[in-house]
T-cell receptor
Framework: DAGVIQSPRHEVTEMGQEVTLRCKPISGHNSLFWYRQTMMRGLELLIYFNNNVPIDDSGMPEDRFSAKMPNASFSTLKIQPSEPRDSAVYFC???????????FGPGTRLTVL | GDSVTQMEGPVTLSEEAFLTINCTYTATGYPSLFWYVQYPGEGLQLLLKATKADDKGSNKGFEATYRKETTSFHLEKGSVQVSDSAVYFCALRAQGKIIFGKGTRLHILP
C-alpha cells in the first residue's frame, strides 16, 4: 500500500515567492497533520484536519501560512510570501481519526534564499 | 500544558552497547505514550507505544515501560547496532494530537 505522499521532495525558492506543498494521505485515513522540523525548534505541529475540517491551527506561525484540504485525498500548505526563516523540512502525516498512530510522509525540504 | 522532555543528544555508543534514552512527560489524565524513530532523509515512523500504566511497548529489540508513578517512558535496548543510528522522539497523545519531544540523535560506532 502507498504511504503518505508528499510533493515536491525538495523546493528551492527566493524570498517573496509563493510556495505550495502538497500531501496525499493514506486512503481511509481521515485525520491529516502538517508539521515543520528545524534544528532550532524541533518538530512543530502547524495544523491538523479531521474529515477535511481544520481543527487546530494554533501552530501556524503567521498569516503568511495557510492550509487547505479540499477533499479526503489531498491537502496543501501554502506560504505567501516566503521568507528565509521558513526554510525547514515540512512533513505531512495521516491517521484514522482517534487512532494513536500517525503515518508520516517523506517530507519536503524547503530552502528560501 | 501537556509536554514531553527527553534527554538531549547526540548520544554516541559502540556497537553492542546498552542504550537508554530518558523521557518524562507532563499531562492531565493518562495519555498514550510513543517512541517514534526518524532515519536519515525519512519521515518519522512509529517504533513502539504503550496505552496504559505498566504497559511495556516493544519492537526491534527496543523496549519502554509506561511508568505512571515517575511519569516516564524510557527507551532501552540491550545491544545496539549501527543500523539503529537515527533520531528518536518520545511523544504522547493528548486532545486529538501527538506532542513530540525534541528528539535525541543516536550514533552507533562500528
Amino acid at each position: 500500500d502507498a504511504g503518505v505522499i508528499q510533493s515536491p521532495r525538495h523546493e528551492v525558492t527566493e524570498m517573496g515567492q509563493e510556495v505550495t506543498l502538497r500531501c496525499k494521505p493514506i486512503s481511509g485515513h481521515n485525520s491529516l497533520f502538517w508539521y515543520r522540523q528545524t534544528m532550532m525548534r524541533g518538530l512543530e505541529l502547524l495544523i491538523y484536519f479531521n474529515n477535511n475540517v481544520p481543527i487546530d491551527d494554533s501552530g501556524m506561525p503567521e498569516d503568511r501560512f495557510s492550509a487547505k484540504m479540499p477533499n479526503a485525498s489531498f491537502s496543501t500548505l501554502k506560504i505567501q510570501p516566503s521568507e528565509p526563516r521558513d526554510s525547514a523540512v515540512y512533513f505531512c502525516a495521516s491517521s484514522r481519526q482517534g487512532a494513536d498512530t500517525q503515518y508520516f510522509g517523506p517530507g519536503t525540504r524547503l530552502t528560501v534564499l | 500544558g501537556d509536554s514531553v522532555t527527553q534527554m538531549e543528544g547526540p548520544v554516541t555508543l559502540s556497537e553492542e552497547a546498552f542504550l537508554t534514552i530518558n523521557c518524562t512527560y507532563t499531562a492531565t489524565g493518562y495519555p498514550s505514550l510513543f517512541w517514534y524513530v526518524q532515519y536519515p532523509g525519512e519521515g518519522l515512523q512509529l517504533l513502539l507505544k504503550a496505552t496504559k500504566a505498566d504497559d511495556k511497548g516493544s519492537n526491534k529489540g527496543f523496549e519502554a515501560t509506561y511508568r505512571k508513578e515517575t511519569t516516564s517512558f524510557h527507551l532501552e535496548k540491550g545491544s545496539v547496532q549501527v543500523s539503529d543510528s537515527a533520531v528518536y522522539f518520545c511523544a504522547l497523545r493528548a486532545q486529538g494530537k501527538i506532542i513530540f519531544g525534541k528528539g535525541t540523535r543516536l550514533h552507533i560506532l562500528p
